[in-house]
């Protein structure tokens, strides 16, 4: 099919996105009513996806996966000038802004490796000797009834 100067040809269908992106179409539906990626609508009303929207679903994609929340991501987003897609320089401040939570979060795994050997086989049948969910028995001092523990930026 011969390219005009329509933009038809320069947007994605959502299942060429999906295809290209190899994200469920459901899950682009789901980015799309968070704000995270918008479309246009065709004359017959179907969704077009400008091409930028691979390199924005591949900065999500990339995000979830060390953790970040969707509402962070979201405001990273929003952060960018005029909506324009994520290039390497804002990843690069990105991540900076990112990295202390991720470190907390590490720390925070590697606190339950090292302590989960300690607790296998325990039942947890002893919440105050427990290292994991009440290391010290710091959830005493809080008085009777269910408390949870997790790791502070101090625990580690």
């Known amino acids: 099919m011969p390219q005009t100067g329509t933009t038809a040809h320069h947007t994605l269908t959502i299942g060429e996105l999906s295809q290209r ?44 996966r060390v953790g970040i929340p969707l509402k962070d991501i979201r405001t990273a987003l929003e952060s960018l000038p005029d909506g324009r897609t994520p290039t390497k320089r804002d990843w690069t401040r990105l991540s900076r802004l990112w990295r202390t939570e991720l470190d907390q979060r590490i720390a925070a795994l590697e606190h339950l490796r090292r ?42």
């Open 115 to 156: 302590d989960l050997d300690g607790c296998i086989g325990c039942g947890c049948l002893s919440l105050k000797a427990c290292r994991l969910q009440n290391p010290d028995d710091v959830l005493g001092a809080g008085g009777s009834g269910a408390l949870r523990w997790e790791p502070t930026n101090g625990d580690s």
């Open 21 to 64: 992106s190899g994200v469920a179409p459901s899950a682009l539906h789901f980015y799309e009513r968070s704000g995270l990626i918008s479309s246009e609508r065709s004359p017959g009303n179907q969704r077009r996806y400008r091409r930028d929207a691979l390199r924005r679903v591949a900065f999500i994609r990339v995000s979830q």
